[in-house]
């Protein structure tokens, strides 16, 4: 998108304008989500009396969602183009998975 | 930075040249210097090794220092010769197979080379300086945490400098192949070699990191006290096998797959057909580049990972069979009815496949747990891997500088010479490793100092040195026939070998910006294509323009420098603190070359269109 030679400032149409205005909104809407998400986090650790049994998951599925938020929106892999990187990251997750979950299941359990 | 004044230079000139350039060209001339000189090192410990295994009970070299040969053959060939070896070539050849000008990152392909370079000559050092790493190659802990003197030190900080060069390598590959493809090239035209080095640089980029942790927790327990490997103080030695082998078994893919690009490029080109189930092809290195890295275990089955870990990683190594058997057949159907052309790079090509065979057979066996307990740490592990590195990726590295020796440097190499290389090496090579197999099932157990007399060993030890003999008169060969070439070498057409892809429809040399216009790509082996439809030429997808190219830059060389300062200061710092300088003036060196690379803008020069076309033939 950064590419286009069209998004210069002087030359930029309305409709690539709303676009961009979409784009900031969806950024900053993300963002603050991930600060509330944060907040909720610490609180939760901080704060709560919950058993760490159902806490861990709390947190864990809070981590995955903000993992979620920053592949997509802040690092643009919800837009188009954007499929190699995506099975890139997706490739790099699962290798790094496989050797946490082996070295957990077969070394230290 | 015209061609028209780089005709007549002196020999300064020339190296200052290199030292700076950013040309993925001179970049894989240089990879090719630097693994080669390394190749010769770990040849020599080859031949030191196998002179000690001559006669029984042999005293050629002390036990301490045979611990030392084996540990640095095994590390010179596997990360400083096989890897940058295939590194050169990809570097050459891939950018040209694919319609590009140059890498994605040309200052980043430097500093890679760079790092790679010195950390090899770090590791090095350590033969002067009081001895060299002894743990092997696979430096287990906590064999590795307890050697004492710094050698396994040089092992360590020589290993993540040439790590951290290898790692930038296949990243500025990946980006180069998904962005730089040249109009009409999809996924599905580029190249065998291209696909390869490709799932080669991905493997790269999830492997490394495993051996780059490893190797800092080996660092943090050896200089700086840490205890992550040491058992008294709630550490766990196993770890460092885990991510040794999470890395080590990529790895292997990580030599053999560019191999295998090579094959599938020459097979077709010296055929005359085109490449049997490209499709199918693709998808055999992605699949097993995939089951890659879920088998590293099975160097570890007689760890005690336990009867149920180890089947699951036995069954996963067997499935790899599946994929290498089918790249192996469509070889075979390749050639099946081709118009077959026999010359060096063929006859490479040729040897392979049945000597690869043995290893892949081999293989399969080791992969059976039970069986495994049996041979695990004999001469059949030894005579297995190097079926599999020295048929396999010796034998590629061999053909593909045969065949794009003409494309790199522009002179072909002499057939008579190449063929008698050929030869030698290849009867020394089943002289040598053959007969290890039986030595293995006999008993013979691996990285020892000496064996006894008496026992059966002694005749197959003694067909083995005279075999790596024959490899090493073969090698010094091969060398002279370089040397002869570059003297009085046929000059090469820009396409010698009637190719098929698009790096022969540029001049041998290139030209330091490859495609005066990129050109267009109209299907698989795009060559083949024009010459078949009566052109013979490219068509080009451009206008000709002005061509951007990167400005060359010593910042690469003074980063690694630093490094490799930064690198002495943190070895000798357990003996005495005033090495900490050593570490604040290194990293102070490469800091400042980063912050002077990002400050300074350096936009490039552009070729006018003018040059261009006084250029023109």
Not at chain 2, 97 to 102: F, K, L, M
Not at chain 2, 200 to 225: C, H, K, N, Q
Not at chain 2, 441 to 460: A, K, N
Not at chain 2, 500 to 529: C, M
Request: aromatic residues 14%.
């Amino acid at each position: 998108m950064a590419n286009n030679p069209n998004t210069s400032k002087l030359k930029m149409n309305s409709f690539q304008r709303q676009k961009k205005k979409e784009e900031m909104k969806k950024q900053v809407i993300s963002f603050a989500l991930m600060i509330g998400f944060t907040l909720i986090a610490f609180g939760l650790v901080g704060f709560s009396e919950m058993d760490s049994m159902f806490l861990v998951p709390i947190l864990l599925i809070l981590a995955v969602v903000q993992v979620g938020f920053q592949f997509y929106y802040f690092m643009h892999m919800k837009d188009k183009d954007h499929e190699m990187p995506a099975v890139m990251i997706y490739g790099g997750v699962f290798a790094a998975m496989l050797t946490l979950a082996a070295l957990i299941v077969i070394t230290w359990w | 930075m015209s061609s028209a004044a780089t005709q007549k230079r002196g020999f300064g000139a020339m190296l200052w040249d290199y030292l700076t350039t950013v040309d993925h060209k001179k970049i894989g001339i240089l990879y090719l210097i630097g693994g080669g000189f390394f190749f010769l090192l770990g040849g020599l410990e080859a031949m030191i090794i196998r002179i000690q295994l001559l006669v029984p009970e042999n005293d050629f070299i002390s036990a301490g220092l045979y611990n030392e040969m084996i540990t640095m053959h095994g590390t010179t060939m596997i990360f400083l010769a096989a890897m940058p070896l295939l590194l050169g070539l990809m570097n050459v050849i891939m950018p040209l197979q694919i319609g590009a000008r140059d890498v994605a990152f040309p200052f980043l392909n430097s500093l890679g080379f760079w790092l790679f370079f010195l950390g090899g000559i770090l590791l090095n050092c350590s033969w002067f300086l009081g001895g060299a790493p002894d743990a092997g190659w696979t430096s287990y802990a906590p064999l590795s945490v307890q050697s004492p003197g710094h050698g396994v030190d040089f092992y360590v900080m020589g290993l993540q400098l040439s790590g951290a060069g290898t790692l930038i390598g296949g990243i500025n590959f990946l980006v180069t192949i998904v962005t730089m493809r040249a109009p009409g090239m999809t996924y599905m035209r580029m190249p065998l070699f291209t696909w390869t080095t490709f799932i080669t640089s991905i493997l790269i980029l999830f492997a490394f990191p495993a051996l780059t942790v490893g190797l800092f927790l080996l660092m943090f327990d050896r200089m700086m006290g840490a205890a992550f490997f040491d058992v008294a103080l709630g550490g766990n030695a196993i770890i460092w096998q885990h991510l040794f082998w999470i890395f080590g078994h990529p790895e292997v893919y990580i030599l053999i797959l560019p191999a295998f690009g090579v094959f599938s490029e020459i097979l077709p080109t010296f055929s005359k057909k085109r490449l049997f189930g490209y499709t199918a092809m693709v998808f055999a290195t992605i699949l097993i580049a995939f089951l890659g890295f879920m088998v590293w275990a099975h160097h570890m089955f007689t760890v005690g990972l336990g009867p149920v870990a180890n089947a699951i990683f036995a069954i996963a190594t067997m499935a790899i069979a599946i994929p290498t058997g089918i790249k192996i057949f469509n070889w075979l159907a390749t050639m099946w009815g081709g118009s077959i052309r026999i010359n060096s790079a063929m006859l490479w090509a040729l040897a392979f496949v049945p000597t690869f065979t043995i290893g892949g057979m081999t293989g399969v066996m080791l992969a059976s747990t039970v069986a495994d307990y049996q041979y695990h740490d004999t001469y059949f592990v030894v005579a297995h891997f190097h079926y599999v590195i020295v048929g396999g990726v010796v034998f590629g590295i061999l053909a593909a500088l045969h065949y794009w020796w003409p494309k790199i440097f522009g002179r072909i190499l002499n057939e008579a010479m190449g063929k008698i290389a050929f030869w030698l090496f290849f009867i020394g090579f089943h002289l040598t490793f053959f007969v290890q197999h039986f030595l293995g099932l006999m008993g013979m157990p691996r990285r020892y100092w000496v064996f006894l007399e008496g026992q059966g060993l002694d005749t197959g030890n003694l067909v083995s040195s005279i075999g790596a003999f024959l490899m090493g008169i073969g090698g010094l060969i091969f060398l002279i026939n370089i040397i002869y070439s570059s003297v009085k070498g046929e000059k090469a057409s820009a396409d010698p070998w009637d190719g098929r892809t698009l790096e022969w429809a540029t001049a041998s040399p290139p030209v330091h910006y490859n495609f005066k216009q990129l050109p267009l790509v109209r299907g698989l082996d795009p060559l083949w294509i024009e010459k078949m439809e009566g052109k013979g030429k490219i068509t080009p997808a451009e206008p000709l323009d002005e061509i951007h190219m990167p400005n060359g830059s010593i910042l690469p060389l003074i980063m690694t420098i630093g490094f490799f300062i930064a690198s002495f200061g943190f070895i000798y710092q357990t003996d005495h603190k005033a090495w900490l300088i050593a570490i604040y003036v290194g990293m102070a060196i490469a800091l400042g070359a980063m912050l002077t690379r990002s400050l300074k803008d350096d936009h490039g020069y552009h070729i006018s269109k003018e040059e261009l076309e006084r250029e023109a033939e």
